[in-house]
C-alpha cells in the first residue's frame, strides 16, 4: 500500500515537472512521458487540479496560472521564457532545506517561485511580490512572509521606507534578486528609484546573493542603478555572448551559464 502511494506521488511529480517544462501538454503526451495509461493520467490531473496546481485545457493540461497577474507583468514574463526557466532550474539546485530565502519581485524570480511550488522543501521565504507570493498558497512546508509598503503596480511589488525599515530587521541565507538591466559598464539598474532602493537594502541583508538576469538583459541600461554586479553571484544563460563572458571574468564576477540545450 504504501509502495503504491510512492508510486502515485512520484508520477504526480513527473507530470508537474513535464508540465512546467513543456508548458501545454496533451493527455497523451503526458502518458508518454511518465508510461501510465490515459485513465490514470485523467486521474491524476484531476487531484492536480484540485490543489490547485494545474489547469485543464482543450484536452490536455498546464501549470496554472495565478489569476489575477497583472497584464503588463504577463508579457515581460512570457519573453525570454526559455532562458527564465534554465536560470530558474540552475538556481533552484542551490537551495538548501530550513533556511530563510529572499524572492525578490522580478519574472525571472518568479519562474524559480513556480519551482518551489511544483517541488516544496521546508522553507522560509521572504518576498516583496505579490504574484511570487500567491505561488506559494496552500503549499505545505514554506513559511512565507509578505514584506509591506507601498504598491507598486507595474512590478506588483512592495517598495518605500516601510518595506526598507523592514528588511533591516531580517537577515536571509540567499538572495534571488533579479535585473531591469545589466549596463556596459557591469551594474545593475532598474527601472524605478524605489524598486533600486530596496534592492540595494535587500543585498546588504543576505549572506549568498544572486542575480538572475538572462543573456538578453546585458548591453542594455535602465535609470536607476542599485549596485555593481559584482556584488552578488550572477546566473544567467549559455545565449550570453564571448565579450560578456570575457568580461565577466576580467570583473571576477562569479557566473553560472544555464544551458538552453538541456531540456528544461
Known sequence: M??????K??????????????????????????????ATIRRDLQVLEQDGVIDRVHGG???AEGSSVELAFQEREKRQLAAKRAIANAAYDLLLPRTAIFLDAGTT????????????????????????????????????????GQLRSENASLVGPQAEAMLETIWFDQLFL??????PDGAIYSVDSAEA???????????NRYV???????????????????????????GLTPQWRSQLVEMGVETTLADLGAKQ
Open 212 to 238: 538572475l538576469a538572462d543573456a538578453s538583459k546585458f548591453g542594455t541600461m535602465a535609470t536607476y542603478k542599485v549596485a555593481p554586479l559584482g556584488s552578488a553571484k550572477l546566473i544567467t544563460d549559455t
Open 178 to 183: 533579479g535585473a531591469s538591466a545589466i549596463s
Open 197 to 207: 532602493s530596496l534592492n540595494r537594502r535587500m543585498l546588504t541583508r543576505s549572506a
Open 61 to 63: 493540461a498546464r501549470i
Open 109 to 148: 524570480v518568479l519562474q524559480l517561485a513556480r519551482l518551489i511550488r511544483i517541488n516544496p522543501m521546508p522553507l522560509r521565504i521572504f518576498t516583496n511580490g505579490l504574484i511570487v507570493a500567491q505561488e506559494f498558497l496552500n503549499i505545505p512546508n514554506l513559511d512565507v512572509v509578505l514584506l509591506g
Open 2 to 7: 504504501n509502495q503504491s502511494g510512492g508510486v
Open 9 to 38: 506521488t512520484d508520477r504526480l511529480d513527473a507530470i508537474r515537472s513535464h508540465l512546467y517544462a513543456n508548458g501545454f501538454s496533451t493527455i497523451q503526451d503526458l502518458a508518454d512521458a511518465v508510461q501510465a495509461s490515459l
